[in-house]
């Protein structure tokens, strides 16, 4: 599976963005899709997992009650719904899959493909 991540940009403190990960592929279904992010100087850390059929998630404690995730399979997209954002979350945003992974799956190297970044700049 192939991997497009779009949506990042500029947004004040307590303002939202919807980030998109676009997949090639006929069975995304089988997917375990996942967020991760990399500020500067910073290793790349887990935001949260969506299993292939939507209905279980994970997030990481930074961000729960303010991120959410969901897909739509018939579109082979998941998207990242971030709200209340603050400038701690500036970063890379990165989606990566696994087929059959879990959604707390938080290691980089448990996912075998990965899209390219797209920035997140929150102003204070």
């Known amino acids: 599976v192939q991997l497009q991540a779009s949506g990042g940009g500029l947004v004040q403190a307590g303002g939202s963005l919807r980030l998109s990960c676009a997949a090639s592929?006929?069975?995304?279904?089988?997917?375990?899709v996942a967020w991760f992010r990399q500020a500067p100087g910073k290793e790349r850390e887990f935001v949260g997992g969506?299993?292939?059929?939507?209905?279980?998630?994970t997030y990481a404690d930074s961000v729960k009650g303010r991120f959410t995730l969901s897909r739509e399979n018939v579109e082979n997209t998941v998207y990242l719904q971030m709200n209340s954002l603050k400038p701690e979350d500036t970063a890379v945003y990165y989606c990566?899959?696994?087929?059959?992974?879990?959604?707390?799956?938080?290691?980089?190297?448990?996912?075998?493909?990965w899209g390219q970044g797209t920035l997140v700049t929150v102003s204070s």
């Open positions: 592929g006929r069975i995304f279904s089988s997917y375990t």
């Open positions: 990566a899959a696994q087929m059959y992974g879990r959604t707390s799956a938080q290691r980089t190297y448990e996912y075998g493909a």
């Open positions: 969506i299993n292939g059929s939507g209905g279980t998630t």
